[in-house]
């Protein structure tokens, strides 16, 4: 079945859903390198790519490209929890905490290979960074979509 028909067919059942019902959507659509791969976008002045390939009332896919030595900024998701999976690389998580207004700081990260799934909680800080010099390519669904995301400094 055709990655965006798969994406369509399981996401169109999924409402209001937690961390267990994000994961097993993601584990439903079967995400593999050869599916991703069409869906995979340069970064456009960005230091990484990011494609939209679903969006409903209550989940949004996308599709994530970290080229190697590359990271998102630091941000966070606005009201939106998200779970993610790395398809092809290796990911760094770094995990912050507002120390003054808009100052994060970093107090953890975490690795993460192919096949694994993390997690963003509600309000959680945070940026992903390729510590390779091969791509980093991730799977993201977001619940409700992404909306007032704020990036920091």
Known sequence: ???LRQIKEVLSKVEHPGFRELTEAVQAIGCTREKILPYVTSPDG???GRNVV???DFV???VI???GMK????HNHGCSIGCGQVVEGNLINHLYVLEKEDEPFAYEQNRYGPGQFFF??????HKMRNPSTQRLVTFHLYSPPLQE???YK
């Open 149 to 151: 995301m704020k990036i």
């Open 71 to 74: 990271q998102t900024p630091i």
């Open 54 to 56: 679903y969006r409903s």
């Open 60 to 62: 949004e896919a996308v």
């Open 46 to 48: 960005n230091p990484y």
């Open 120 to 125: 963003a909680t509600q309000g959680q800080i």
């Open 65 to 67: 490209h970290i080229p």
């Open 1 to 3: 079945m055709d990655f």
